[in-house]
């Protein structure tokens, strides 16, 4: 890996594979809020870097197919952390909401019943997921959900349990949720679900 600085950025890189940086190094770059990715200006026209990266390897992007880094390091342009994804797809990837206050993805308080809710967006709808004791446990079922409906473009609040979770679910059911009838899943050892079939009154 190399190193490429940001013209306006001092102290700051950005990474690429060896191969692509002789290419990348003869422009300038820059990262500007306005654009929010490493980028440079041809012609009047604002090129990504991450897209001359792509594109170095026979990729273009069209119809709605976006760039994804993986690692949400936008300074991190290796051919190795940039996927496609729809738009969709690449709004999954992104941390929790600023305003969160339980510290996690898919997890808020609820006031009247006093638990943690998990729930989850697909599509445009909610799936409420139940109430749990603990944001932890809240956590850990949206991590279930998230990853049975996104798969690798999920941002899980435990990332390094991914690979237990693809273990864990088949397909059952469909569950009334608040907002809809969608699809669930049911798990092997501790389902999310089962809060829910407890506590089954509007959320």
Request: hydrophobic fraction near 35%.
């Amino acid at each position: 890996m190399k190193q490429i600085p940001l013209i306006n950025k001092p102290g700051m890189f950005v990474i690429v594979d060896d191969g692509d940086y002789e290419y990348l190094s003869q422009f300038t770059w820059a990262l500007y809020e306005s654009c929010k990715y490493p980028s440079r200006t041809s012609h009047g026209k604002t090129i990504l870097l991450h897209h001359e990266v792509l594109q170095r390897r026979g990729v273009s992007l069209h119809n709605g197919v976006e760039a994804d880094h993986v690692d949400r390091n936008r300074l991190n342009a290796s051919a190795s952390n940039l996927r496609l994804a729809t738009r969709a797809q690449n709004n999954l990837n992104k941390e929790k909401n600023k305003n969160n206050s339980s510290g996690y993805k898919g997890v808020s308080w609820h006031a009247i019943r006093h638990k943690w809710r998990a729930q989850i967006g697909v599509g445009y709808k909610q799936v409420y997921l139940g109430l749990f004791d603990s944001p932890i446990d809240a956590a850990k079922a949206y991590d279930r959900a998230a990853f049975y409906y996104f798969g690798d473009y999920a941002k899980l609040n435990f990332p390094n349990d991914k690979a237990n979770l693809a273990i864990r679910f088949v397909p059952t059911e469909k569950v009334k949720a608040k907002a809809s009838i969608v699809k669930s899943f049911a798990a092997f050892d501790i389902s999310p679900f089962d809060q829910f079939d407890n506590e089954n009154q509007t959320p």
